[in-house]
């Protein structure tokens, strides 16, 4: 789904999403995110990997390059890796970490895990995804329950499983990122797009 808001991001900038260059701020990493890894560098121009952890992504490295001609950048330098980045992905770095980054101005820096209000963000921070998916999907779950679709649908989809069936399982449920929203729910676009 990350690949999804990069390309969403994309069509808001007016840009082909060949032509972005992002970045992934990560620490730790399971096999899905190594999956969407892939995913993301076939899809950009550029990819940076910045983490602590070199050794960890030197696999996601050697693999792109040998099975793609895909060159994948893996580094911990924080100041000079993101100054020419369209959009920023941050996975698991904490706001201190954060602090430690010299990001592009015009950057966009999606927050997948938690919200971040670091002072040296210039650009847009989106913090917010919206999805809409098939009325059968949630059939099962009482109607009248005040529960946000994102969490309800990660809730029903969660599980250990390979990143190829649970992409199947997003298309055919028919899931769609209807917004993407950046601090105090600012709707950066709003436009309804699929996501598989």
């Given amino acids: 789904?990350?690949?999804?808001?990069?390309?969403?991001?994309?069509?808001?900038?007016?840009k082909d999403v060949q032509m972005l260059s992002a970045a992934l701020l990560i620490q730790k990493a399971d096999d899905i995110i190594f999956a969407?890894?892939?995913?993301?560098?076939?899809?950009?121009?550029?990819?940076?990997?910045?983490?602590?952890?070199?050794?960890?992504?030197s696999y996601a490295e050697r693999k792109l390059y040998k099975n793609y001609g895909i060159g994948l950048q893996v580094t911990?330098?924080?100041?000079?890796?993101?100054?020419?980045?369209?959009?920023?992905?941050?996975?698991?770095?904490?706001?201190?970490?954060?602090?430690?980054c010299k990001f592009n101005p015009l950057a966009t820096i999606i927050s997948v895990n938690e919200k971040i209000e670091p002072s040296n963000i210039k650009g847009n921070i989106v913090d917010y995804y919206q999805i809409e998916y098939n009325e059968d999907v949630a059939k099962d779950v009482i109607d009248n329950l005040n529960v946000d679709n994102n969490v309800l649908y990660e809730s029903l989809i969660y599980k250990k499983d390979t990143f190829s069936h649970i992409k199947n399982q997003i298309e055919l449920d028919g899931v769609r990122l209807?917004?993407?929203?950046?601090?105090?729910?600012?709707?950066?676009?709003?436009?309804?797009?699929?996501?598989?």
Avoid: P
């Fill in 1 to 14: 789904m990350i690949l999804d808001a990069i390309k969403y991001i994309s069509e808001l900038s007016h």
């Fill in 36 to 57: 969407e890894i892939m995913e993301i560098a076939q899809n950009v121009k550029v990819l940076k990997i910045i983490t602590d952890n070199i050794n960890k992504f």
């Fill in 76 to 100: 911990s330098n924080r100041k000079k890796s993101l100054k020419d980045v369209d959009i920023v992905v941050n996975l698991d770095f904490n706001e201190q970490k954060l602090k430690e």
């Fill in 178 to 196: 209807t917004g993407l929203f950046a601090g105090n729910n600012k709707l950066i676009l709003d436009k309804q797009k699929n996501m598989a």
